[in-house]
């Protein structure tokens, strides 16, 4: 099946050297080329998710003290009281 691929100069010339040396074809060079890619490209570890990636530092670190989300809103309130009180004068 023909097949359009546009290449930058100097890789158009090593195609075409390598075909001299070789006594093959550009296709053929070409073709031999995508075959080595692709060979070792299967070869290569399958694609992780990011679990995958990432589960040696899931855990490894603590955030801070217990229970952060519990009674947020109670927090919040002593909070900004506490701004309140802190910003009158006396």
């Known amino acids: 099946m023909p097949l ?3 290449l930058d100069p100097g890789t158009e010339a090593r195609v075409k050297r390598l075909a001299f040396r070789t006594g093959q074809s550009k296709s053929q060079v070409v073709r ?3 075959a080595v890619y692709a060979g070792d490209r299967e070869q290569s570890a399958p694609a992780q998710s990011a679990y995958e990636r990432l589960k040696h530092v899931i855990g490894v ?3 801070g003290a217990d229970r952060l989300s519990e009674d947020t809103g109670a927090a919040f309130a002593a909070l900004v009281r506490a701004k ?7």
Not at 84 to 90: D, F, N, Q, S
């Open 4 to 6: 359009s691929v546009r």
């Open 32 to 34: 031999e080329a995508i």
């Open 61 to 63: 670190a603590r955030g």
């Open 84 to 90: 309140r009180h802190a910003g009158r004068p006396r």
